[in-house]
C-alpha cells in the first residue's frame, strides 16, 4: 500500500509540474510577444487551461514592459496622455481570445488596444466621447494606400504654400472662423504668423475630397500642435495635458512641422497590418454602451483617474481649427467621467470600501468627496455595461492608477475591484505594473508644487482582472 501512494503523490506531482510548465509557457507566448506558437500548442492552452487560469497567470506576470518599443505600427501617430504600453493589451488579446474573436475598449483614447486587437486579428470596437479620441481611432486602425496619402499631403502643402501668400484672405477667414471667445483663446496661444500658416493648411486640407485622406491629413496637422515639447503654438507640454504659456518660445513653421509629421506617420502607417480583421471606433459614452448583450469576448480599457486628467485643456489647442468653439467644448469637457462638473450627480449604493473614503474625504473636502463619489457612481455604470456586453466566462481588463487626495490614498483599484464585484464579476486579481516614465505620458510638475496630486501617483499602476462567470 505505502508503493501505491508514493506512486500516486508522484503521478500527481507529475501533472502539477507539466501544468505548471504549460502555463509558463502560455505565459511567454502571451507577455513577450513571440511569434504565434503551433496550432497544436494553442489548443493545448485553451483546452487544459481555463479562462480563469489564464487570467491568473497573466497577472503574475511581468506586466511592467520597461524598455520595450511601443512606436511600431500606427501607435505613434499622435501624443495622447496617459497612453498604456501596446503590449499590455496585446499580452491579455493573445491569451484570452482567439482569431474572429471580439474586443472591446468603451474608453478608447488613444486607440492602443483598438489597433493590437486588429493587429492580431481580432474585430475591435472602440468607444469614446473625447472628439480628439474618435480621430485617432479612425485612423489609427484603418490601412491606408501611402502612396496616395503622400501625393495628397504634398498638393496641400503646395496649397498652403499659395494660399499664404494671399494674406487678405488668410487674415479675412481667421476673422470669421472663429466665434468672440475662441479667437481670444487662439491669440493666447498662437502667434499671428502662426495663425495664418495653421489656417492656411486647415483651408487645404478642407478641400482634399476623400475622406479616410483628409482624416489622416486632420490628425497630422492636429499633431504638431499637440506635442510633448515643440509644437507650433506658444505652449508646452500638451501631450501630457499640462499646458503653460512659454513666452521665450519661438513656435516652429507649422508648414514645415506639417511636413516632417507627414513624413513620420506615413512611415507608421505603412507598418499596420490588420490581417483583415475590422475595427469599429463608435463615438459613445461608457455608461450607455451602444452594444447588444454578450456581443464581446474581452474588454481591456484604461478609465480616466478619480481626480481626472484634463484630456480636453490640452485637445482643445487642435479641435478649435476644426471649427469647434472654445465653449462647446468647455461644455462636453463636463461629460467626462472623473470631471468635477458635479451639477446633477446620480446617487447609487456603493461597497464598504469605497464609502469609507468617501466619508474620511468629507471631513477634509466635502467638494472632493462629492466629486470621488460621483466618479465611483459613473464608474459602477460603466461596470455595469461591461457586464452586459460581455458574453459568459469572458474578461475584461481594467488598467487604474491610484490617486491621492487631500493627503488620502483613494486606493482606486481595490474600490473598482470592490464594485465591480458587486455587479457580478469575479476579481480574479490584481496586479501591480511599475511606470516606464519615458513611454507613459503622465502630467509632470513644474515649479516648486510639491503635493501635485498627479505627481503622486504616476510611478505605478494597477491591472485589474475581472471574469463573468
Not at 53 to 76: I, M, P, V
Not at 213 to 241: C, N, P, Q, W, Y
Not at 291 to 310: E, F, G, Q, R, W
Not at 335 to 345: D, L, Q, V
Request: charged share 30%; net charge positive; aromatic share 8%.
Amino acid at each position: 500500500m505505502e508503493a501505491v501512494r508514493r506512486q500516486i503523490k508522484y503521478t500527481k506531482a507529475i501533472k502539477v509540474d507539466r501544468h505548471r510548465n504549460l502555463k509558463e509557457q502560455f505565459r511567454l507566448f502571451a507577455l513577450n510577444g513571440s511569434p504565434v506558437v503551433s496550432q497544436t500548442d494553442l489548443l493545448r492552452f485553451y483546452q487544459k487551461l481555463s479562462k480563469r487560469e489564464r487570467l491568473a497567470a497573466l497577472l503574475n506576470g511581468e506586466l511592467n514592459f520597461h524598455g520595450e518599443d511601443s512606436s511600431y505600427a500606427s501607435h505613434d501617430l499622435h501624443a495622447f496622455a496617459a497612453k498604456f504600453p501596446p503590449q499590455l493589451p496585446r499580452a491579455f488579446i493573445r491569451g484570452l481570445t482567439k482569431p474572429g474573436d471580439t474586443v472591446l475598449d468603451p474608453m478608447m483614447g488613444s486607440g492602443t488596444t483598438v489597433v493590437e486587437a486588429v493587429i492580431e486579428g481580432r474585430r475591435a470596437v472602440g468607444l469614446d466621447i473625447d472628439l480628439l479620441a474618435m480621430r485617432l481611432g479612425r485612423v489609427k486602425t484603418m490601412p491606408l494606400d501611402v502612396y496616395r496619402l503622400r501625393e495628397a499631403g504634398d498638393k496641400v502643402i503646395e496649397k498652403a504654400g499659395n494660399l499664404l501668400s494671399r494674406s487678405e484672405k488668410i487674415d479675412r477667414k481667421l476673422t470669421e472662423f472663429f466665434d468672440e471667445e475662441t479667437k481670444v483663446f487662439v491669440d493666447y496661444w498662437f502667434a499671428p504668423s502662426t495663425q495664418r500658416e495653421l489656417m492656411a493648411l486647415i483651408l487645404a486640407i478642407k478641400v482634399v475630397p476623400d475622406l479616410p485622406t483628409r482624416r489622416f491629413l486632420e490628425l497630422s496637422f492636429s499633431s504638431i500642435i499637440v506635442t510633448k515639447s515643440g509644437g507650433v503654438s506658444k505652449a508646452r507640454d500638451l501631450a501630457h495635458t499640462r499646458p503653460h504659456l512659454d513666452k521665450t518660445k519661438i513656435p516652429k513653421n507649422a508648414l514645415e512641422q506639417f511636413s516632417i509629421r507627414l513624413r513620420k506617420n506615413l512611415a507608421s502607417l505603412a507598418q499596420l497590418r490588420t490581417n483583415g480583421a475590422i475595427a469599429s471606433p463608435i463615438s459613445g459614452d461608457a455608461r450607455y454602451m451602444p452594444i447588444a448583450d454578450k456581443a464581446i469576448d474581452l474588454i481591456v480599457t484604461s478609465p480616466p483617474y478619480a481626480n481626472a486628467i484634463d484630456y480636453m485643456r490640452a485637445h482643445k489647442f487642435s479641435l478649435v481649427w476644426f471649427g469647434k468653439s472654445v465653449n462647446e467644448l468647455s461644455k462636453l469637457r463636463g461629460e467626462y467621467i472623473g470631471s468635477e462638473r458635479i451639477r446633477g450627480i446620480r446617487t447609487g449604493t456603493m461597497s464598504d470600501r469605497p464609502c469609507k473614503i468617501i466619508e474620511q474625504l468629507e471631513k477634509l473636502d466635502r467638494k472632493k468627496a462629492t466629486v470621488l463619489e460621483k466618479y465611483f457612481v459613473e464608474m459602477k455604470e460603466v461596470l455595469f455595461e461591461m457586464y452586459r456586453v460581455l458574453r459568459g466566462n469572458s474578461a475584461a481588463i481594467v488598467v487604474v492608477g491610484p490617486s491621492v487626495m487631500r493627503g488620502i490614498d483613494v486606493q482606486t483599484h481595490y474600490c473598482l475591484a470592490d464594485i465591480a464585484a458587486t455587479v457580478g464579476f469575479d476579481v480574479v486579481g490584481v496586479a501591480k505594473r511599475n511606470l516606464d516614465r519615458n513611454k507613459r505620458m503622465m502630467p509632470a510638475r513644474f515649479g516648486k508644487k510639491t503635493d501635485s496630486m498627479i505627481e503622486q501617483r504616476i510611478h505605478e499602476e494597477y491591472v485589474i482582472g475581472l471574469l463573468k462567470p
